[in-house]
């Protein structure tokens, strides 16, 4: 039962705080933090007035020392003791000294130094090296300016401060700072106030973070959640045991509701279709008897001595299909292809359907050789299963045909092109499918797998894709051949996955493809010498259909198949 009051909303006895109204707690905080670090930032703005301050001070030391100076040539005029006047005018400059480097000095106009003074006992300068600077006082000397300010160099670093003529001892006064000084004090006083507004920003960021964690933890909680549900195309309930009473957990509880609902209905529909119509149905909201010519990469897998297996193992096939299949159609998934039909012991993958960094047919390759991998791990297993059994006894004859029975072993075949792509049938019951004479091609081509001895086949259709935009594969060719029902010949070749196989057996393939040249060209005599050589199982194939015969006079290099 909801009731309303001035401020808040209960619901029975539960009363929902309005998400505004923290909101405008933390924002309260927040402008309380800003003027708090504004007043800090006016503090370190200051520092500028220091520096203003400091050129002043030097300022006001030169006019001392030009009377001093003044003063101590009186003195020099009665007794004559030139060297004692000017060691005092030096004392007298150093006493205003504060920085490591502070420096006082009398430059002749010739550049030489009368008197030098320093902080620092280890500079001592007999000469002024800066001759542009000197230069410039000279020039503004003749120009009618005695003082100033004055920048210069020496093999110490660069120096500032103020200059004015003395014409009794007719040289130039200079006091003067270390620039690197002034910049480093200056720096320690940013350090300083960087530390300190560091600090009281971090406590207050921890305070804030630990009021706006608490307070939005339920909002990002949902959030992630729903963003969860929607990658995953699967609805689930939030949990909800730790959330506070306000308006966000209220709509998360009515979420949860009805989530509850549809969650059943959609994981039992993602069963039975493709990945692709699930997410049309997830964004579309409907589904409808609709399809168009699509240009897609079709794989074929089937297992091979399927009618054996079955007659061995009866009902159990069913057991060891969904061990296989549940390996197959996880990688279909990974490499973005989605499952067109599964035919008994055969599957059918469709790519190009949905947004993938890859082209299809590198997809459906990447598939083909993930499924071989799966294929013989499931075999290797197998093996080490049998090999614990006979270190306590040996197979019975039927468990040996239990054992050879489940060695499974597929061949995949792969074409693409253009073919129909949609969903057939009524309003009532409908499927979606894909038709088109690539979809039979890639059956061939899984067929001739067993022909050639080879785990995988593509068309030139998928090499041609696959070789536009990745190095990974390099495609042999096995064979021009002529299958049942068609008039042309058709080339296959062979996905060599360079990432995973060694070098070694790619060069046999080479040669393997040097042997089919004179295959094609009818000159089988050499055509066997170098099959023999390459030690490859395809070869054998060759070696045997050529047999001790020559190339019939008609011959076109086309293998014709004499079944499908």
């Known amino acids: 039962m909801w009731k309303k009051y001035r401020f808040f909303t209960r619901i029975g006895k539960t009363r929902i705080i ?44 030169l006019k001392e020392l030009y009377n001093n100076s003044a003063n101590q040539f009186q003195i020099y005029s009665y007794s004559q003791k030139r060297d004692e006047c000017l060691n005092t005018i030096g004392q007298i400059a150093s006493t205003g000294f504060g920085n490591e480097n502070s420096l006082a000095m009398g430059v002749k106009e010739d550049g030489t130094i009368e008197f030098f003074t320093c902080n620092n006992e280890l500079i001592k300068w007999t000469n002024f090296s800066d001759a542009e600077t000197l230069a410039l006082l000279l020039s503004n000397y003749e120009e009618g300016t005695e ?15 103020v200059y004015k003529y003395q014409p009794d001892w007719g040289f130039y006064l200079i006091r003067a700072e270390k620039r690197s000084d002034m910049q480093s004090n200056t720096l320690n ?57 306000d308006d966000i957990t209220y709509m998360a509880a009515s979420f949860n509701n009805l989530s509850s609902s549809v969650n059943n209905l959609l994981a039992t529909f993602q069963k039975f279709v ?13 589904i409808n008897l609709e399809g168009s010519q699509r240009e897609l990469t079709m794989l074929f897998s089937d297992i091979k001595s399927f009618t054996y297996r079955t007659e061995t193992l009866g009902n159990d096939i069913i057991d060891v299909l969904n061990v296989h299949y549940d390996r197959v159609i996880h990688k279909v998934h990974v490499n973005n292809g989605v499952v067109g039909s599964i035919i008994g012991d055969a599957i059918l993958a469709v790519y190009g359907t949905l947004d993938s960094k890859m082209s299809k047919s590198y997809d459906a390759i990447r598939s083909a050789w993930d499924i ?99 190095a990974r594969y390099k495609f042999i060719e096995i064979d021009t051949i002529q299958v049942k029902g068609k008039t042309e010949g058709k080339k296959i070749f062979f996905p060599f996955d360079t990432n995973e196989m060694e070098e070694s057996l790619f060069e046999s393939y080479k040669l393997f493809e040097t042997g089919l040249k004179a295959y094609y060209e009818g000159d089988w005599k050499s055509a066997r010498k170098i099959l023999k050589e390459t030690g490859l199982e395809v070869a054998e194939v060759f070696i045997e259909r050529m047999g001790n015969k020559n190339a019939p006079e008609d011959w076109s290099g086309i293998w014709t198949m004499t079944s499908k």
Do not use: W
């Not at 007043?39 to 030391?61: A, D, R, W």
């Not at 493709?274 to 409907?286: G, I, P």
């Open 274 to 286: 493709s990945k692709d119509v699930v997410a049309k149905a997830y964004s579309d909201q409907v």
């Open 372 to 470: 071989t991998r799966e294929t013989a791990k499931l075999r290797d297993s197998m093996i080490a299963r049998r090999k614990e059994i006979e270190q306590k006894r040996k197979l019975s004859e039927s468990e040996e045909r239990v054992y050879q029975a489940v060695l499974l072993d597929v061949g995949v075949g792969i074409d693409g092109g253009n073919v129909f792509y949609g969903n057939i049938g009524s309003q009532e019951h409908m499927a979606n499918t894909v038709i088109g004479d690539t979809v039979n091609s890639a059956s061939r081509l899984e067929g001739v797998t067993r022909v050639y001895h080879l785990p995988v086949i593509v068309s030139e259709y998928v090499k041609t894709e696959v070789e536009q935009e990745s």
């Open 147 to 161: 003082e100033g300010s004055v920048s210069f160099t020496s093999p110490e670093g660069d120096f500032f401060g």
């Open 18 to 61: 309005p998400i505004g109204f923290k909101i405008l707690l933390i924002f309260i905080c927040l402008i309380l933090l800003s003027n708090f670090a504004t007043n800090i930032i006016s503090i370190q703005l200051s520092q500028k007035q220091i520096i203003t301050l400091n050129n002043t001070i030097m300022v006001e030391q």
């Open 189 to 245: 006083i940013y350090l300083y106030t960087s530390i300190l507004i560091v600090i009281l920003t971090s406590i207050f960021i921890i305070i804030g973070y630990i009021i706006l964690n608490k307070e939005f933890q339920t909002v990002r909680k949902v959030t992630a959640e729903l963003l969860r549900m929607q990658k995953n195309k699967q609805l689930s309930l939030i949990d909800l045991s730790e959330a506070p009473n």
